[in-house]
Antibody, heavy 121, light 107 residues
Framework: EVQLVESGGGLVKPGGSLRLSCAAS????????MNWVRQAPGKGLEWVSS????????HYADSLKGRFTISRDNARNSLYLQMNSLAAEDTGVYYC??????????????WGLGTLVAVSS | DIQMTQSPSSLSASIGDRVTITCRAS??????LNWYQQKPGKAPKLLIYAAGSLQSGVPSRFSGSGFGTEFTLTINILQPEDFATYYC?????????FGQGTKLEIK
């Protein structure tokens, strides 16, 4: 069974940093591109970042302005999101999501339950 | 960036109804349009990908169509479990943007 379990969220002050993790199991992690998607309270979904299966290709949402860094460790079956210079507008639930394999321009077929990030003084 | 616009933003319907949600892209995305369902406090669930392909395990009352810039999600014979928020999503070009969502409520 495919499982994605996020961790690392919490309460942080404006300007602070957090590192989110996503532990993957039930599939060959190193064969799949992965993504982070966030959702502010009561708002819609916002794609944050994606990373290819090998980690070679990375994309970010323009709104992040270079503050976030996505990475992965295929040996540990883990995806990460380093978030720096956090602001109130970064508050929300952060989901990791897997690309659907075998398709060009794939959707996200499995999602974790999410981890809550709250940025407040 | 490609902007995705859903309509309506909210929709009231009854059990057994047929509903259609529209998603428009600000530029052509070929058929690389996906639909997700999200219930309160839960992660999104993939329903339809590549405009019209039904994800494994999703009931056949869900269907999608469209190409280029205009797409639709149709739910036939609404069931109680279908009341949720629906999002379109383009996977054609980064940043991979979502629509703002359509909340489907019981009339």
């Amino acid at each position: 069974e495919v499982q994605l379990v996020e961790s690392g969220g919490g309460l942080v002050k404006p300007g602070g940093s957090l590192r989110l993790s996503c532990a993957a199991s039930g599939f060959t992690f190193s064969s799949y591109a992965m993504n982070w998607v966030r959702q502010a309270p009561g708002k819609g979904l916002e794609w944050v970042s994606s990373i290819s299966d090998s980690g070679t290709y990375i994309h970010y949402a323009d709104s992040l302005k270079g503050r976030f860094t996505i990475s992965r460790d295929n040996a540990r079956n883990s995806l990460y999101l380093q978030m720096n210079s956090l602001a109130a507008e970064d508050t929300g639930v952060y989901y990791c999501a897997r690309d659907l394999s075998g398709h060009s321009y794939p959707p996200f077929d499995y999602w974790g339950l999410g981890t809550l990030v709250a940025v407040s003084s | 960036d490609i902007q995705m616009t859903q309509s309506p933003s909210s929709l009231s319907a009854s059990i057994g109804d047929r509903v259609t949600i529209t998603c428009r892209a600000s530029q052509s995305i070929s058929s690389y349009l996906n639909w997700y369902q999200q219930k309160p406090g839960k992660a999104p669930k993939l329903l339809i990908y590549a405009a019209g392909s039904l994800q494994s395990g999703v009931p056949s009352r869900f269907s999608g169509s469209g190409f280029g810039t205009e797409f639709t999600l149709t739910i036939n014979i609404l069931q109680p479990e279908d009341f949720a928020t629906y999002y379109c999503h383009q996977s054609y070009s980064a940043p991979y943007t979502f629509g703002q969502g359509t909340k489907l409520e019981i009339k």
